[in-house]
């Protein structure tokens, strides 16, 4: 557990206090507004608020208390995917990430979570079985609610949760997670003489464990170690995206414990998202962390990295592009935003793709325009969400594809749900689910 609590400001005058620490790094947005061309969420509202310079005024006129509403702010605040586009294209280099995550921090620690948030974020993610044992349950009892929407996207609706779930088609559980079936993993490197802590992260864990089985009989194709502590959770960033300073805390904390256990090369992942937030906002905590996790944090951050990177620029394992074959399915590649912008891995993924004789890679068009999932935003905010998520659809569905895929399972959840609302037959893949398919099968 950590000790150093994240503030929370009882008062506005605190509120404003807390904000003004950020005051160095929201003056050194210049106003310019090119962060407009870019903003997925603007591109769909066009409103001034939704853009980070309109952000960034809110979150200065709320720390000198010209603004005092932090409910509205708060709102706004909240209709951010944290995609990072604008810090990527910002010429004045604001740290707008930085800004966005820890103004969320500072502002719902004076709101306060909602009682359901804080059930989920403290007791039910950071407990590893009891969330199993959640998702098994939801596998067994899953049948009378759902309906089979689109047998090549492999999306359902689910009618009786309309009111939790609206329109949305999403993926069924699979039952047993990944984790509750392997346990943990202590294998030693061989061949490649390097050894991996495989982070598979909730969602490729629990809603797609055949893509962290693909991860694992990729990494053990190579002849690399891997170590995978089944005690592992979600690695905090929905809790950070909701502002529960507190939830992502305890989070990281129990993944440092479990991690701290094993000795490893790189922290490997085939979730860009848990990649991205392990090496870039567990170290933006390190004044809340008791000695040892800063230590732990340390250590592991820098570690982190997606699975193709691994493969491609650690491993060097050889990816040579082939002409496919006649019958090859055509295949195209959403870049996701946090394999992308926040780890510059782009051309990896392609890599692999071009090795493959059963596809034909073809780019679509804005490859690299964020999906409008988000997380949570697509929890709070699916109108927008779909909106955004539609101009993928129409993108991904001008190259005639058999097949999309990405780097990303929340890419994946939001590129089914588009495809198949649309009534598009075209499956939904991970990368590393398609190159998996190309290599012989092993012992289990
Ligand atoms: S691009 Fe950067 S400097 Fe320009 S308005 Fe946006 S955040 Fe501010
Ligand atoms: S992170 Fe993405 S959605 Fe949020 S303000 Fe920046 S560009 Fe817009």
């Given at each position: 557990?950590?000790?150093?609590?994240?503030?929370?400001?009882?008062?506005?005058?605190?509120?404003?206090?807390?904000?003004?620490?950020?005051?160095?790094?929201?003056?050194?947005?210049?106003?310019?507004?090119?962060?407009?061309?870019?903003?997925?969420?603007?591109?769909?509202?066009?409103?001034?608020?939704?853009?980070?310079?309109?952000?960034?005024?809110?979150?200065?006129?709320?720390?000198?208390?010209?603004?005092?509403?932090?409910?509205?702010?708060?709102?706004?605040?909240?209709?951010?995917l944290l995609c990072g586009?604008?810090?990527?294209?910002?010429?004045?280099?604001?740290?707008?990430m930085?800004?966005?995550?820890?103004?969320?921090?500072?502002?719902?620690?004076?709101?306060?979570?909602?009682?359901?948030?804080?059930?989920?974020?403290?007791?039910?993610?950071?407990?590893?079985?009891?969330?199993?044992?959640?998702?098994?349950?939801?596998?067994?009892?899953?049948?009378?609610?759902?309906?089979?929407?689109?047998?090549?996207?492999?999306?359902?609706?689910?009618?009786?949760?309309?009111?939790?779930?609206?329109?949305?088609?999403?993926?069924?559980?699979?039952?047993?997670?990944?984790?509750?079936?392997?346990?943990?993993?202590?294998?030693?490197?061989?061949?490649?003489?390097?050894?991996?802590?495989?982070?598979?992260?909730?969602?490729?864990?629990?809603?797609?464990?055949?893509?962290?089985?693909?991860?694992?009989?990729?990494?053990?194709?190579?002849?690399?170690?891997?170590?995978?502590?089944?005690?592992?959770?979600?690695?905090?960033i929905?809790?950070?995206?909701?502002?529960?300073?507190?939830?992502?805390?305890?989070?990281?904390?129990?993944?440092?414990?479990?991690?701290?256990?094993?000795?490893?090369?790189?922290?490997?992942t085939?979730c860009a998202t848990c990649a991205a937030n392990?090496k870039d906002n567990?170290?933006?905590?390190?004044?809340?962390?008791?000695?040892?996790?800063?230590?732990?944090?340390?250590?592991?951050?820098?570690?982190?990295?997606d699975?193709?990177?691994?493969?491609?620029?650690?491993?060097?394992?050889?990816?040579?592009?082939?002409?496919?074959?006649?019958?090859?399915?055509?295949?195209?590649?959403?870049d996701s935003c946090h394999l992308k912008k926040s780890l510059?891995v782009?051309?990896?993924?392609?890599?692999?793709?071009?090795?493959?004789?059963?596809?034909?890679?073809?780019?679509?068009?804005?490859?690299?325009?964020c999906?409008?999932y988000g997380g949570?935003?697509?929890?709070?905010?699916?109108?927008?969400?779909?909106?955004?998520?539609?101009?993928?659809?129409?993108?991904?569905?001008?190259?005639?594809?058999?097949?999309?895929?990405t780097g990303c399972?929340a890419c994946?959840?939001?590129?089914?749900?588009?495809?198949?609302?649309?009534?598009?037959?075209?499956?939904?893949?991970?990368?590393?689910?398609?190159?998996?398919?190309?290599?012989?099968?092993?012992?289990?």
């Amino acid at each position: 557990m950590t000790e150093n609590s994240p503030p929370r400001p009882a008062t506005l005058r605190e509120l404003a206090d807390l904000l003004m620490s950020l005051d160095d790094l929201l003056v050194s947005c210049m106003r310019c507004g090119l962060c407009q061309a870019v903003c997925p969420v603007y591109g769909a509202t066009f409103r001034e608020a939704d853009v980070t310079r309109g952000k960034i005024a809110l979150l200065e006129n709320l720390a000198h208390e010209v603004v005092k509403d932090p409910k509205s702010v708060n709102d706004r605040l909240n209709r951010c995917l944290l995609c990072g586009s604008c810090e990527l294209n910002c010429p004045s280099g604001v740290r707008i990430m930085e800004i966005f995550i820890k103004a969320r921090s500072f502002v719902a620690g004076y709101l306060g979570l909602s009682p359901i948030k804080r059930l989920i974020f403290r007791q039910l993610l950071t407990r590893p079985r009891l969330f199993n044992f959640a998702t098994f349950l939801a596998g067994v009892f899953q049948k009378p609610f759902i309906k089979l929407a689109n047998k090549t996207v492999g999306a359902f609706r689910v009618p009786l949760l309309k009111p939790f779930l609206g329109e949305r088609h999403v993926p069924s559980f699979p039952g047993r997670s990944f984790s509750s079936q392997r346990g943990t993993l202590d294998i030693p490197a061989s061949s490649s003489g390097l050894r991996v802590a495989l982070f598979p992260g909730c969602v490729p864990d629990k809603l797609f464990p055949s893509l962290t089985e693909a991860t694992l009989k990729i990494l053990r194709h190579f002849g690399v170690g891997v170590f995978f502590p089944a005690g592992l959770v979600c690695c905090g960033i929905p809790a950070l995206a909701s502002g529960d300073a507190k939830g992502f805390l305890k989070l990281t904390a129990h993944n440092l414990a479990e991690l701290t256990k094993g000795s490893f090369d790189y922290l490997v992942t085939p979730c860009a998202t848990c990649a991205a937030n392990v090496k870039d906002n567990w170290p933006r905590f390190m004044d809340r962390y008791l000695d040892d996790e800063k230590k732990a944090v340390a250590a592991i951050s820098p570690k982190a990295m997606d699975v193709t990177q691994f493969l491609v620029s650690v491993l060097k394992a050889e990816f040579k592009p082939v002409v496919p074959k006649p019958d090859a399915k055509r295949v195209t590649y959403h870049d996701s935003c946090h394999l992308k912008k926040s780890l510059g891995v782009a051309a990896e993924p392609r890599a692999i793709l071009k090795s493959l004789s059963g596809y034909n890679l073809v780019e679509m068009p804005e490859a690299d325009r964020c999906c409008g999932y988000g997380g949570t935003f697509n929890i709070m905010h699916y109108d927008i969400s779909r909106d955004i998520g539609q101009r993928k659809r129409d993108n991904v569905v001008s190259v005639k594809p058999d097949v999309v895929t990405t780097g990303c399972p929340a890419c994946l959840t939001q590129l089914m749900d588009l495809l198949s609302q649309n009534n598009d037959q075209i499956a939904v893949k991970h990368v590393v689910e398609l190159y998996a398919d190309s290599l012989p099968d092993q012992a289990a």
